[in-house]
């Protein structure tokens, strides 16, 4: 997969500061080394990891001092969707996503066929 195929996602750090990721594997931490640096005192050097695998990001615990959370949640390593609130110390980040162009989005329409919809109507009626 190359980097193309990454979907557009993003971070919103303190509600000021926006972070796009690029990169399949993002370090957040407080190293000048990291792809995400946070200059909070409370934040690990490495404190997790953004990974997207199989079609979806997931954030891990890089065994930080403090403890990483999602939605209030302490957690080692889970799947991120749009609107989860990710806390690194004193720090407060928003995962944010953009669909994918070749997503399938119905907003909750049945998006079959006629022939398909005259069937499922009928096979009530025998």
């Known amino acids: 997969m190359d980097i193309s195929q990454l979907p557009n996602a993003f971070l919103i750090i303190e509600s000021s500061k ?31 990891e953004l990974r997207f695998s199989q079609g979806r990001f997931y954030l891990k615990d890089l065994d ?20 989860d609130v990710i806390t690194l110390a004193n720090v407060n980040l928003v995962f ?22 005259q069937q499922k109507s009928t096979d009530f009626l025998i």
């Open 64 to 83: 930080s001092t403090g403890g990483t959370f999602v939605n209030e949640k302490k957690i080692s390593e889970c799947c991120l969707f749009p609107g």
């Open 18 to 48: 926006i972070f796009i990721i690029e990169k399949f594997i993002t370090v957040i931490g407080r190293l000048p080394s990291n792809d995400l640096v946070l200059s909070d005192s409370h934040v690990s050097r490495q404190h997790a």
């Open 96 to 117: 944010g996503q953009e669909e994918l162009p070749g997503d399938d989005v119905t907003d909750g329409y049945d998006i079959s066929s006629e022939e398909e919809q």
